[in-house]
């Protein structure tokens, strides 16, 4: 009986110290939205990527984790770069809560990436994101370390954003994440 109860001990302390780093979906501070950007695959874990909001550096995903990005609604274009860049318009409305998924795809040299938006329809996918998100803490990087990497990204920053406008919002059809694709709260228990 006594190994029973130290057992069950065991159990709700360990019970309790898994909640205490699950992070789960607190609701974005008033006048802002939130989107969550999961990387829900292992494959390519070595590999960084950067993480633009328009000309803005926010941080980057190793592997397995993600980003909770709090930010202005409204208009914004979301970008990655690895050995290609990724771009992903977006119209985000206040006090909703978004999910996009970072994609790790086959590249010539090194791991791709790509922003692929989900809804609460895409049920897999939202499961993945939930489970990565409820059991780990997000990539939380340091405001100096942001500031720094703006300043020593600023000139690739801005290449990056002519090349966009210049060419590739024109050549090439990019993911787009609508008002409309927030995740009810409901669905992110």
Not at 100 to 114: C, Q, S
Request: proline share 5%; charged share 30%; with cysteine.
């Amino acid at each position: 009986m006594k190994t029973k109860v130290i057992g069950f001990s065991f159990l709700m302390i360990f019970c309790g110290f898994t909640s205490l780093f699950a992070q789960g979906f607190p609701p974005p501070a008033e006048g802002k939205s939130v989107v969550y950007f999961a990387r829900v695959s292992i494959y390519g874990k070595p590999m960084a990527f950067e993480f633009f909001d328009h000309d803005k550096y926010f941080g980057e995903l190793k592997g397995k984790q993600y980003f909770r990005y709090e930010c202005d609604p409204g208009e914004h274009l979301f970008w990655a770069s690895t050995e290609n860049k990724e771009f992903m318009t977006a119209e985000l409305r206040e006090g909703e809560t978004y999910i996009v998924i970072v994609d790790v795809i086959t590249g010539f040299w090194k791991p791709h990436v790509g922003l692929s938006p989900i809804n609460a329809e895409a049920e897999d996918l939202l499961e993945r994101a939930k489970e990565l998100i409820n059991d780990n803490k997000p990539v939380i990087p340091a405001e100096k370390d942001i500031v720094k990497r703006n300043e020593k990204l600023a000139d690739f920053i801005t290449k990056e954003l002519q090349n966009y406008n210049d060419n590739l919002k024109n050549e090439k059809e990019f993911n787009h994440l609508s008002a409309d694709m927030a995740i009810p709260a409901e669905d992110l228990k």
